[in-house]
């Protein structure tokens, strides 16, 4: 068992899982296809069964459309950044946040990844209960939970290596199961009968909070688009195979949730939203293998995005991939058995969005229009530099953030904006730290934009002491 350890181990290591920056070899296809199995997820399944009937079914799936589209430009241009530089995303918030700034959104990303970790285990859990006690008779939701985790778990700890020859795998097969469920869903039932479903006022959504929540969930993923976009092998490469796969998989998911639970409505059956047992008894055990290897495709990126964030963190340690891996994901294994978080599911969201819509309009623009689309070799340092700013943080950075993360809350929360809280929080965070920064861009000079594996061996030294 030590020996295995230790081989895995050493893989990792020249796999470059590790700390500092990873040069990028995977195509288009292959880039596609993770994000593609990645995101056919159960929480944007269940996400579209919220949708209907508080508006119509045309509109939802419209406003998936539309709000799934805007939510890849802003994934795609923060991976774009991953691919240009070899950094995985919470790695890149030095360049804005400071060096030591940056512990700020790296903390709040492992916390966040977990609960969806522990979320989507959860879900997993339920649903295989469900077929298990149908079945059987037998009824254990915390077993079936911590099972599913620990299958994750151990999908990956191999590695992004071992997540790209098994995500494209479970994203076939799942495409073909839940192609089968649309051709049974409209087989029962016409386009027509769907757009009929009467539109329940009270549900209080409106076509334009649709658009928020379909964003929101974008952002909640671009947490980890420069950790996988990083392994392409050009940003055209990272760009086309993520936008593309991001778009088809997030409107298929959530597509099928809005239809699978507008196919209860129509069949006269309770439709509970957010609640994979509905459904699954709607369309059997074809729907609880999608929800089942859904969460398998996904919480393995989860696990490894925590995993990436913590390795790339700026702390005095050296920490390895396969120990910070195995700890994180014994935390999500015990996590899986907290069922109640599942009621919570929208609070979370809005709280994902509400902390990363700011942190990654500041990215945005700090990369593309302060930094001119380059970072220097310096980021990789963890003291000293350009990114030491003052006492290691970017002050500007984290208030122009605070702004934004408060502002995004107060529209939610407090004086709900008719427009939703994602996009005019998103607007109003990447003016203000515009303007704040233009100071620094014009002091900025103007390099050519160069992969930091490329950086020189003296450059990157302080990276094997204390990344």
Known sequence: MTSLYHRLDRRLEEQADNAGPVRGTFSVRRIGMIWLAANLVVTTLLTGTLLVPAVSYGTAVSMIVAGTLCGAVVLTLVGNIGTRTGLPTMALTRGAFGTRGSLLPVTANVIILMG??????MLA????????????????????????????????????????????????????????????AFTNFSPAEFQAIPVDASLGYTPVIVLDIVIATAI???????????????????????????????????????????SVILSNKEAVPFDPATIVEAFGAPLAIVIFLSVMATNTMVVYGMATSVVNAPISARLRFLPTALVLGLISIIGATWLGLLAQFTDFLTVIGAFFVPVFAI?????????????????????????????GVNWIAVAVWAIGAVASYIWTYVWPNPIGATIPAFVLTFVLYLLAMLPERSRSPHEPSRHLADAAPTEQVDVGDHA
């Open 116 to 121: 969806w970790s522990w979320v989507q285990a």
């Open 125 to 184: 859990g339920v649903t295989v209960d469900y077929l298990v006690e149908s079945m059987t008779g037998f009824s254990s939701p915390i077993l079936f939970s911590v099972l599913c985790q620990t299958i994750v778990v151990l999908i990956a700890i191999l590695g992004h290596e071992g997540i790209a020859k098994v995500e494209p795998w479970l994203a076939v097969l799942m495409l073909a199961i839940i192609a089968w469920i649309f051709v049974v």
């Open 220 to 262: 909640s993923w671009t947490v980890l688009s420069a950790d996988f976009n990083r392994l392409a092998s050009s940003s055209r490469a990272g760009i086309t195979g993520s936008g593309v796969a991001y778009t088809l998989s997030t409107v298929i998911s959530m597509s099928l949730g809005v239809t699978a639970i507008a």
């Open 363 to 391: 990215m945005i623009v700090d990369y593309y229009l302060v930094k001119r689309s380059s970072y220097h070799p310096d980021i990789l340092l963890s003291r000293g530099g350009r990114y030491w700013y003052r006492g």
